[in-house]
C-alpha cells in the first residue's frame, strides 16, 4: 500500500476516515432498489439542508466529477445562448461545453489576475444571450470572484445566473439568498470532502431545462430523482461515502468549514511571506483555499514538487504558462492544524 500523502492539490483531498470507512462498508446492492433509492434520497435532502436552500432549490446528482455537473447544468439551462466570463481554465471550460451543445456562445475574456468588471459583462452581452456563466472559484489562479457583483447585473438585464462553483461551495461564502442562481454546479471530493465520482447540482425550482444531452439531462435526472428512482446506474458506494462527507459538513457547518480553511491558508501565507515569496494575487482576490505563489529565482517546480514529496506533501503546478512561472498550494480537506504549519517548514526547505 501506498505511502499517504498530504494532499495539497484541489481535490480529490483528504477526507476523515469515515468516509473511507463509509466507501469500503457499503454493500453491493442493486441501484433499483430501496437500500440505494433510499440513500440517494437523503443525500439530497442533506445537501440543501447543508446549504440552507431546500426552501427555494432541488439537488440533482450526477456520476462523474466536477466537470460533469457542470456539463448538465451548461447543457440544460440555457434556452437560447450564453455568455461565459472566462478569466481562466474553467471559464474556459464551460464555453467549450457551451459549444458542444450547440449553444450560441460568447466569451468575455478577462486578464488570469483580474475580476470582470460588472460593466464589462453589461456591454458584453447580447439579445440571443439568455444565460450569464461564471466560474465561482477560478482554481487556476485561487482567484475569488465577485459572484454577487455578476449576480446583479444578470437581475438588472434579466438574464438567468448559472455559476460553477465545483471549488467553492463549503470553502467560501456563497449567499443564496443575494444571488439568486438559476443553478450552482459542485463535486462531492473538494470542499465538502468527500470522494471524486459524483457531482450535483442545486436547481432553483420551477427553473426551465432544455434537453441537449441523453445522460446530461438535468429534466430527467431531477424527475427521475423527485420519483425516488434513476435514470442510469449511479457510483453507489461513492454516494455512501459523499452521505458520510456530508454528515460531518452539517456537524461542523459550512460557516466552521470556511473558517477551519480560512486558518490554513494564513498560516501557508503567512509563512510564504516570511521566506519572502511574490503571491500571484492581492489579498483582495484571494479564496480560502488555494494560494497561488510565483516561483523563486533559479527555482523551478519540479525542485519543490519533489522535496515536498519526500516530506509527505502533494503539491500542484501552475496551469497553462503559469506552469512555467508560479505553483498552487491548496489547503482543502482534512489537514490538522499541526500538519498545516509543517506545509511552511516542508516549503522553505524545498526551495533553499
Not at 440533482?60 to 455568455?83: F, K, N, Y
Request: proline share 4%; glycine share 8%; charged share 25%.
Amino acid at each position: 500500500m501506498a505511502d499517504a500523502f498530504t494532499l495539497l492539490n484541489p481535490g480529490p483531498i483528504n477526507v476523515h476516515p469515515k468516509v473511507r470507512a463509509a466507501l469500503a462498508d457499503c454493500p453491493d446492492q442493486c441501484h433499483r432498489e430501496r437500500e440505494y433509492l433510499d440513500m440517494q434520497a437523503r443525500v439530497r435532502a442533506k445537501l440543501v439542508d447543508a446549504f440552507d436552500v431546500a426552501d427555494n432549490y432541488d439537488a440533482v446528482l450526477v456520476s462523474g466529477s466536477g466537470t460533469a455537473g457542470m456539463e448538465m447544468m451548461v447543457s440544460s439551462v440555457p434556452q437560447r445562448g450564453m455568455l461565459v466570463i472566462d478569466n481562466g481554465v474553467y471559464g474556459d471550460r464551460l464555453a467549450q461545453m457551451a459549444d458542444a451543445h450547440g449553444i450560441a456562445v460568447k466569451v468575455l475574456k478577462v486578464d488570469w489576475l483580474e475580476r470582470p468588471s460588472p460593466e464589462a459583462v453589461k456591454t458584453a452581452l447580447e439579445d440571443e444571450h439568455d444565460t450569464i456563466a461564471v466560474v465561482h472559484h477560478e482554481t487556476t489562479t485561487g482567484m475569488l470572484n465577485d459572484v454577487e457583483e455578476i449576480a446583479a447585473v444578470a437581475r438588472e438585464t434579466g438574464r438567468t445566473l448559472i455559476v460553477d462553483s465545483v471549488s467553492g461551495l463549503a470553502g467560501e461564502a456563497f449567499d443564496f439568498d443575494r444571488i439568486q442562481p438559476a443553478a450552482v454546479c459542485c463535486t462531492a471530493n473538494k470542499c465538502i470532502e468527500g470522494l471524486p465520482g459524483v457531482s450535483f447540482v442545486l436547481l432553483r425550482k420551477g427553473t426551465d431545462l432544455t434537453k441537449r444531452s441523453v445522460y446530461f439531462d438535468m429534466a430527467n435526472q431531477l424527475a427521475k430523482q423527485e420519483a425516488g428512482g434513476t435514470p442510469f446506474t449511479p457510483a453507489i458506494q461513492v454516494t455512501a461515502a459523499f452521505e458520510a462527507a456530508l454528515d460531518l459538513l452539517i456537524e461542523e457547518t459550512v460557516a466552521g468549514r470556511i473558517t477551519r480553511y480560512s486558518r490554513a491558508s494564513a498560516t501557508i501565507r503567512a509563512a510564504m511571506d516570511a521566506m519572502g515569496l511574490e503571491l500571484l494575487l492581492p489579498d483582495t482576490l484571494l479564496s480560502n483555499t488555494i494560494t497561488c505563489a510565483k516561483l523563486p529565482a533559479g527555482v523551478d517546480y519540479s525542485q519543490i514538487h519533489e522535496r515536498m514529496r519526500e516530506d509527505g506533501f502533494v503539491i500542484y503546478a501552475g496551469q497553462g504558462d503559469l506552469g512555467k512561472t508560479a505553483f498552487r498550494i491548496s489547503n482543502m480537506g482534512q489537514i490538522s492544524d499541526e500538519r498545516v504549519a509543517e506545509i511552511g517548514v516542508s516549503l522553505k526547505r524545498a526551495i533553499s
